[in-house]
């Protein structure tokens, strides 16, 4: 059993907190917003996270998982602690660092004894060196830092951090390296590896992995429009070139765009990353770019389906799905905000439905756009459907119901959620992204 703090109590901390305490550990989590520890210690749990609230409740029952504002009293018990801090893009697009190493430096001045001061936040390479640097600077005793980025997709976070692909642990002490791995065995014991490895290679690893993803996202969404253009299917293309080894089923879906709070920072941050050293790093700046104008694909449609912006006022769009992808409440950089804010500017009326995300884009637009509780109610006297993110629950509606309430049969799906020829069969004008629109 080990003591392990961790400091940033949000998407990636609470997931670690529970599961390390999950697995038998006293874990403490430090947030600095004192209202989401109020509700944390009384049993709530602050994110929707599939299969995390179970965990969540039985590990605060038993005594694992705690809570806390003071990074003192965290600092007291715990051998490990991690950092799960925020590191958004700054105005030049490199990850603003001031939350780790303001909590680095604030950890340098309580350190009494040996820790090990982890960076779990997705960091530009040579952090780890600024974070040993924070910390020394007050520093009495001995510590070692270690870079092991999270790869934990929101969504299915608790799977992954549970049973992950790898982890990779960014360490030039053997000592903390042993410590690493004591806490991560329980999570790799179907032989998942731990890849130990240099810090710098671990900090670049996730940004690898992320501008990756994000390649391939661009990559299908420009093979989709290119598709829509020459009268191909991109189904039958993603079938086709994913049935390849090489290439693999995974990530080959296009749509409007990437969004969530990782993938267009670190994409940014890599970007950044080159330019220091001097590299102009030319895919990942169409990468981004694709991305950006990927996102007002959807209205580009909308518009010309009604022949320009200016038929667009007054008319009145049921919006499925908000946040950035399903089984998330998570709404940073989601395409449905870059719609809903292109809509209204037209002049348009939207009812919106998302079943977790609804509360964030409210903060966000308040009484602008109307919520509706179900669904099927979002649809009510609506010209067309807009379907931005592909929850489960839109992919088999009562399609009578649908075709009842709105006023037109008429649906743009930015997701790919319905067949095309079954939408024609059904009587809808349906509008996709990559495929022929069935006539
Ligand atoms: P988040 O915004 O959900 O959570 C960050 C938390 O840190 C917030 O609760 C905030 O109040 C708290 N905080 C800020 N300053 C603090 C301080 N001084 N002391 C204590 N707490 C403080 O962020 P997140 O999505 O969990 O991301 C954290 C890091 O992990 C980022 O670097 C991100 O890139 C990386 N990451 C995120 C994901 C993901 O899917 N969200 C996946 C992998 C890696």
Not at 70 to 89: G, K, N, R, V, Y
Request: some cysteine; proline content about 4%; hydrophobic content about 40%.
């Amino acid at each position: 059993m080990k003591h392990v703090a961790v400091v940033g109590t949000g998407y990636v901390g609470l997931v670690a907190g529970t599961c390390f305490a999950e697995t038998g550990n006293q874990v403490i989590c430090v947030d600095i917003d004192k209202a989401k520890v109020e509700k944390l210690r009384n049993n709530v749990v602050t994110i929707y996270e599939p299969g995390l609230e179970v965990l969540f409740k039985r590990n605060l029952r038993e005594k694992r998982l705690h809570f806390t504002t003071e990074l003192a009293e965290a600092m007291e018990s715990c051998d490990i602690i991690f950092l799960a801090l925020p590191t958004p893009p700054g105005e030049d697009g490199s990850a603003d660092l001031k939350y780790v190493l303001g909590v680095a430096k604030e950890i340098g001045k309580l350190i009494k004894s040996y820790k090990v001061v982890v960076n779990k936040s997705t960091v530009p390479v040579g952090t780890a060196d600024k974070v040993r640097a924070a910390i020394a600077e007050h520093a009495t005793c001995d510590f070692d830092v270690v870079s092991n980025p999270e790869f934990l997709r929101e969504g299915v976070a608790v799977d992954d951090f549970l049973k992950p692909d790898r982890v990779v642990i960014g360490s030039s002490s053997e000592r903390a390296t042993e410590v690493m791995q004591q806490l991560y065995e329980p999570f790799v014991r179907q032989g998942n590896p731990i890849l130990v490895m240099d810090e710098r290679s671990a900090e670049m690893t996730k940004y690898a992995a992320n501008s990756m993803l994000a390649l391939r996202i661009s990559f299908m969404n420009e093979i989709a429009n290119l598709c829509d253009k020459v009268g191909a299917n991109v189904d039958m293309v993603r079938r086709g070139i994913g049935t390849d080894f090489r290439i693999g089923k995974h990530f080959l879906y296009p749509g409007v765009g990437y969004g969530g709070s990782c993938f267009p920072k670190d994409v940014k941050a890599l970007i950044k990353t080159a330019q220091d050293y001097e590299y102009n790093f030319q895919i990942l700046k169409s990468v981004e770019c694709v991305n950006e104008s990927q996102k007002h694909l959807l209205v580009q449609k909308i518009e010309a389906y009604y022949g320009g912006r200016e038929h667009i006022a007054g008319k009145k769009f049921a919006m499925w799905g908000l946040s950035f992808k399903p089984n998330t409440d998570d709404i940073r950089e989601a395409p449905s905000l870059v719609v809903i804010h292109a809509l209204l500017e037209m002049g348009a009326e939207i009812v919106a439905y998302d079943p977790e995300a609804m509360g964030h884009v409210k903060q966000i637009v308040g009484d602008k756009v109307t919520f509706a509780s179900l669904a099927e109610d979002a649809l009510n006297d609506a010209d067309a459907l807009i379907i931005v993110t592909e929850w489960n629950e839109f992919r088999n509606p009562d399609f009578n119901s649908v075709k009842k309430r709105l006023k037109h049969h008429l649906i743009f799906d930015g997701r790919n959620v319905f067949d095309n020829h079954k939408m024609k069969e059904l009587g809808f004008e349906y509008y996709s992204i990559g495929r022929p629109t069935c006539q």
